[in-house]
């Protein structure tokens, strides 16, 4: 089975620009998650897509932050006007919905360093 | 609210050493999923079991067992006869049950440094 893959692993910008990530996840599995892990903390939520739809977005991502999942595959996160308080891991994960089936798996995660 | 306390910052430990993690957890829902998972130096989180709130009983898995208590809320991890490959960070993390999103809420994490 493939797992649950991100592009790029690393992305470096200057402040202002606009970067756009990838999270491909397992075929299977019909649920998706974006997380932002800073140092020295445990990944946060940021949004859920059930197929297509965007069922939940945190706090946490400002109006800057948009994501999609067209045709319930594949997502994409981008960050318009970057700030240097935006580099952390920007990790995706996907699980599929049924009887025990709640587990969710991590891709490798996208590096952002804002300079 | 939900929240997961992992007090532990850092642990060192000499290989051979058998060491566990702890996790205490708050939530006001009756059913929910805790989980652990690895985060080696390459940054991937790799997914090490689920557990529902319904089910008690401690699991074995090679050198990894767990202790769920509902008494005390907590999801301790032990690791026995530690390897210099089980060097890594360590999170806890909490779900709901059946709900719309079960988005994870994690711990800051426990760095595990096994030493030869």
């Known amino acids: 089975d493939t797992g649950v893959s991100q592009d790029p692993r690393h992305k470096i910008t200057k402040r202002g620009q606009n970067v756009t990530f990838r999270c491909d996840p397992i075929?299977?599995?019909?649920?998706l998650y974006w997380y932002r892990q800073t140092l020295g903390q445990g990944p946060e939520f940021l949004t859920y897509f059930q197929n297509e739809a965007q069922l939940e977005k945190s706090r946490l991502l400002s109006d800057r932050f948009s994501a999609e999942r067209p045709k319930g595959s594949f997502s994409t996160l981008e960050i318009q006007r970057t700030e240097q308080g935006d580099s952390a891991m920007y990790l995706c994960?996907?699980?599929?919905?049924?009887?025990?089936?709640?587990?969710?798996?991590f891709g490798p995660g996208t590096r952002l360093l804002v300079l | 609210a939900q929240k997961v306390t992992q007090a532990q910052t850092e642990i060192s430990v000499v290989e051979k050493e058998d060491v566990t993690l702890d996790c205490v957890y708050e939530?006001?829902?009756?059913?929910?999923?805790l989980f652990w998972y690895k985060q080696p130096p390459s940054g991937e989180l790799v997914f090490l079991i689920r557990r529902n709130s319904f089910d008690e009983q401690n699991e074995i898995s090679g050198r990894y067992s767990w202790n769920f208590q509902k008494s005390t809320s907590s999801f301790n991890f032990t690791i026995t006869a530690s390897q210099v490959v089980d060097s890594a960070v360590y999170f806890c993390a909490l779900s709901n049950f059946g709900g719309a999103t079960n988005k994870l809420i994690f711990g800051t994490g426990t760095l595990l440094a096994v030493q030869p």
């Open positions: 075929s299977e599995h019909n649920r």
């Open positions: 994960a996907s699980s599929f919905n049924g009887q025990n089936q709640e587990t969710q798996y």
């Open positions: 939530t006001r829902d009756t059913t929910y999923y």
